[in-house]
């Protein structure tokens, strides 16, 4: 073996080819059906052979393509793969069905920051928390120490500004949004959207205009059980190709739709993938028109912090319709997103303390608690109250108390910004400390 000189440092070894091999590209070999040939349901006397498709990524090219130069890079990606297609029409063997949704009614509604904790709990804040100290020694040689109530507190803020900020659209409209091509689905287990024609990677389908000449109702499909996809063709007032990694033509039910011909409704076939997509479609849009109404700003050069505060968004919005969930099984008035969003704001940035001491023993006298049941003034969210930090009563303008009926005070707490009678005599009541005590 010849020695090989590395020209900047002067040493002998060998060459990283020859360290580490070459490696031979395997090449597939590409059946394409032949000219003319039909894959209608009425072909049914052709052979298994003529009847699959085979397709290598990367290696055939559609007619259809938008231009050559997004074929040459598509190709390239894809060659690095190679995927192969195998079409069939056939049974789909991973057809499968969303489970009916079975909530439990809960006892009582929980604090808001309560459900946002089910989606970004403490474990989360921690390992924040830890990366962030790590990075800062990585950087400055030196952690700047810093804790999970920190991060809270600092997630919170950018939360409160985002409410600050109105919305710039109050009404959306659900667009559909469309795979790029069928390897798109492949990593979701399940997936069903739809998809430009000229993105099916081999799969032919039955022409536009015979499968509306066939009538209203007509579908056309393809199957690939080693990749676990399908893709139907259905024709209605005009045709559209959907593709899915969980749903197929079976079983095929009816839809009404309104015949000119007929002046009347009349039952119209309709695929399994159909009616899942008509189902469930809106979901996403629904999702990005949540955001888009209080969207935390987070302005960086850094890709992954806009991922990272889109997550913390769309935690907000889940916690938010579990509530509106909740309230609506106990048959309760929840609360409108924008003031969730500042409660849960509010829970991050004054944590509630954990108590020390002996428990207290709680209401001797058995006494029913006070109910305010029209607050006059917005009541502070229980996170806050309860957090036992910062609570000092200051003389302010006298006005009416918070818990009692009757009377007026000038004891106003710093904190919660409400009015709280403490009174002695033959009557005494500390209002302040019972307000402030969960």
Not at 204 to 226: K, Q
Not at 312 to 320: G, H, K, L
Not at 390 to 408: A, E, L, N, T, W
Request: proline share 5%; glycine share 6%; with cysteine.
């Amino acid at each position: 073996m010849a020695a090989y000189m590395d020209r900047d440092t002067g040493h002998e070894g060998i060459s990283t080819s020859t360290f580490y091999g070459t490696r031979k590209r395997e090449v597939a070999s590409v059946v394409l059906p032949p000219d003319g040939s039909s894959d209608s349901d009425e072909d049914e006397g052709t052979s298994e052979d003529e009847e699959d498709e085979l397709y290598t990524e990367g290696q055939c090219q559609d007619s259809s393509s938008s231009s050559s130069d997004d074929e040459a890079e598509e190709g390239a990606n894809h060659s690095k793969r190679g995927r192969m297609f195998r079409w069939r029409k056939t049974k789909f063997e991973h057809q499968s069905t969303a489970t009916p949704s079975c909530f439990t009614t809960p006892d009582e509604l929980s604090t808001p920051l309560t459900y946002f904790s089910k989606f970004f709990d403490e474990d989360i804040f921690g390992t924040i928390a830890h990366q962030t100290n790590l990075y800062s020694c990585q950087l400055i040689g030196s952690s700047i120490n810093t804790d999970a109530s920190e991060i809270k507190a600092f997630i919170g803020m950018k939360l409160m500004m985002g409410v600050v900020k109105m919305p710039a659209v109050e009404n959306y409209w659900a667009t559909d949004t469309r795979y790029d091509k069928v390897a798109d689905v492949m990593p979701l287990k399940r997936s069903l959207g739809t998809i430009r024609k000229n993105r099916l990677m081999g799969c032919t389908l039955e022409e536009d205009r015979d499968l509306l000449r066939r009538g209203r109702g007509s579908f056309d499909f393809r199957v690939d059980n080693d990749a676990k996809l399908a893709v139907v063709k259905w024709a209605d007032n005009k045709t559209v190709t959907l593709v899915s990694s969980c749903a197929s033509v079976s079983p095929v039910g009816q839809v009404r739709r309104y015949s000119k011909e007929e002046k009347k409704k009349i039952s119209v076939p309709c695929p399994k993938i159909v009616s899942e997509y008509n189902t469930h479609m809106g979901g996403v849009d629904l999702a990005d028109m949540m955001i888009a109404l209080y969207r935390t700003p987070a302005k960086s050069h850094r890709w992954y912090l806009a991922i990272f505060w889109q997550m913390v968004d769309i935690a907000v919005n889940n916690a938010w319709l579990l509530h509106r969930r909740d309230a609506a099984q106990l048959g309760q008035k929840h609360h409108c997103l924008k003031v969730f969003r500042l409660d849960v704001a509010k829970g991050l940035i004054y944590p509630e303390k954990q108590k020390r001491g002996r428990p207290s023993k709680g209401n001797e006298d058995n006494t029913p608690p006070r109910v305010i049941k029209q607050p006059k003034v917005p009541r502070p969210v229980d996170d806050m109250i309860y957090d036992r930090i910062d609570h000092f009563p200051i003389v302010s303008v006298k006005g009416r108390y918070r818990m009692c009926q009757d009377g007026q005070t000038s004891i106003v707490c710093q904190k919660c910004k409400v009015r709280l009678c403490i009174v002695t005599g033959q009557n005494p009541r500390n209002c302040f400390h019972s307000f402030h005590c969960q």
